[in-house]
C-alpha cells in the first residue's frame, strides 16, 4: 500500500525560483489537503479539495496555486518562491461522503528551503 | 469557522508519569474529533478519534472522551513511556450536515518529552 506518496522531500529554491510539489494517493480518497507545519508550530492549511476539479482555499493561500485534475493527484504550485515559504508541507487525503468519512492519511513531507 | 486550542507546550514527564493534553474546539453540529501523533521526521498518523458525543476513542494505552457538553477532547494515558515522546495534535473534521464536512482542522500541537 502506497498511501500518499510526496515529491520530492527536501528541495532548496532560491528567491524568485518556481517548483511544483507532487502528491498523489492510491486510496480514492475524494478529499485532498495541503498543509505547512513551520518550525515548532501546529499545521495551517493552504489548499484543500472536495473531489476532481473542485479546489478551496484554506487558512493561508497567498504565493501558492493547486489542481486537481483527477482523484489521484493535487500538486502544489509555488509560482516566485520567498524565503517566507520556508516550511515543511504536508499532503493528506481522507474519505468523507454522507457523513461516513474516515481519517486522513498523510504524506512524509517535503523540507523546502527558501534562499 | 472551526477551530481546534490546544494546552500550551512543551509537556515534559517522568517515564511511568500520567499525562493529559487539553484540547477544546469550536464548531457547530457535532464534529468527529481525532488526536493525530507526529514523530521526529515523519508525517502525521492517527491515534484515536471519536465521532459522535460522549464516544471514547483509545489506542496504545491513550484515550479521550468526547465531551460535547465542555466542547473538549482532551488526551490521557496512565503511564507514558520513553517511545511515547512525539509531538501531538488535536484535530476536527467538520459536521456531515455543514460547510466545513470533511475539511480538517488542527490544533498548534503539544510537544511531549519523556525522560527514563
Known amino acids: 500500500n502506497a498511501g500518499v506518496t510526496q515529491t520530492p522531500k527536501f528541495r532548496i529554491l532560491k528567491i524568485g525560483q518556481s517548483m511544483t510539489l507532487q502528491c498523489t494517493q492510491d486510496m480514492n480518497h475524494n478529499y485532498m489537503y495541503w498543509y505547512r507545519q513551520d518550525p515548532g508550530m501546529g499545521l495551517k492549511l493552504i489548499y484543500y479539495?472536495?473531489?476532481?476539479?473542485?479546489?478551496d482555499k484554506g487558512e493561508v493561500p497567498n504565493g501558492y496555486n493547486v489542481s486537481r485534475s483527477t482523484t489521484e493527484d493535487f500538486p502544489l504550485r509555488l509560482e516566485l518562491a520567498a524565503p517566507s515559504q520556508t516550511s515543511v508541507y504536508f499532503c493528506a487525503s481522507s474519505y468523507a461522503y454522507r457523513g461516513k468519512d474516515t481519517e486522513a492519511f498523510f504524506g512524509q513531507g517535503t523540507r523546502l528551503t527558501v534562499v | 469557522g472551526d477551530s481546534v486550542t490546544q494546552m500550551e507546550g512543551p509537556v515534559t514527564l517522568s517515564e511511568e508519569a500520567f499525562l493529559t493534553i487539553n484540547c477544546t474546539y469550536t464548531?457547530?453540529?457535532?464534529?468527529?474529533l481525532f488526536w493525530y501523533v507526529q514523530y521526529p521526521g515523519e508525517g502525521l498518523q492517527l491515534l484515536l478519534k471519536?465521532?459522535?458525543?460522549?464516544d471514547k476513542g483509545s489506542n496504545k494505552g491513550f484515550e479521550a472522551t468526547y465531551r460535547k457538553e465542555t466542547t473538549s477532547f482532551h488526551l490521557e494515558k496512565g503511564s507514558v513511556q520513553v517511545s511515547d515522546s512525539a509531538v501531538y495534535f488535536c484535530a476536527l473534521s467538520g459536521d456531515a450536515g455543514g460547510t466545513s464536512y470533511g475539511k480538517l482542522t488542527f490544533g498548534q500541537g503539544t510537544i511531549l518529552t519523556v525522560h527514563p
Open positions: 471519536a465521532t459522535k458525543a460522549d
Open positions: 479539495s472536495v473531489g476532481a476539479g473542485i479546489t
Open positions: 464548531a457547530t453540529g457535532y464534529p468527529s
